[in-house]
């Protein structure tokens, strides 16, 4: 099989690097470039990784952030077997295997 191709999103770190903490630090250099976004979409933007992106928006990152598409995009390829695990529920760690719950018989001396 062939490797799936998939890319880290370093935003975040690339901010960090040139001395920006806060996702509100992108909103006046952007809007300076005429991208106008609010501030939960520059939030969303920084912190998580975009399946899609304008690239109008993309070019006005690499110019306020004086980097390259390298730096910002990280292509890689993940290998073929390497699959992403499902987390389990709390408790669902021991398997029951075959055993199943059984109905609750009330013996009693009151039966008509």
């Known amino acids: 099989m062939a ?54 928006v993309l070019m006005a990152l690499l110019d306020v952030l004086d980097c390259t598409m390298d730096e910002l995009i990280e292509p890689f390829a993940q290998a073929s077997g390497a699959s992403t695990r499902k987390k389990k529920a709390v408790g669902a760690e021991a398997g029951v295997g075959d055993q199943r719950p059984r109905r609750a018989r009330i013996h009693g001396a009151g039966r008509p």
């Open 3 to 56: 490797a799936k191709l998939d890319y880290r999103w370093n935003l975040r770190r690339v901010m960090a690097d040139r001395g920006m903490f806060q996702t509100t630090d992108l909103i006046g250099p952007l809007a300076q470039r005429g991208i106008a976004l609010s501030s939960s979409q520059v939030y969303r933007l920084v912190t998580e990784r975009p399946e899609r992106l304008s690239l109008k």
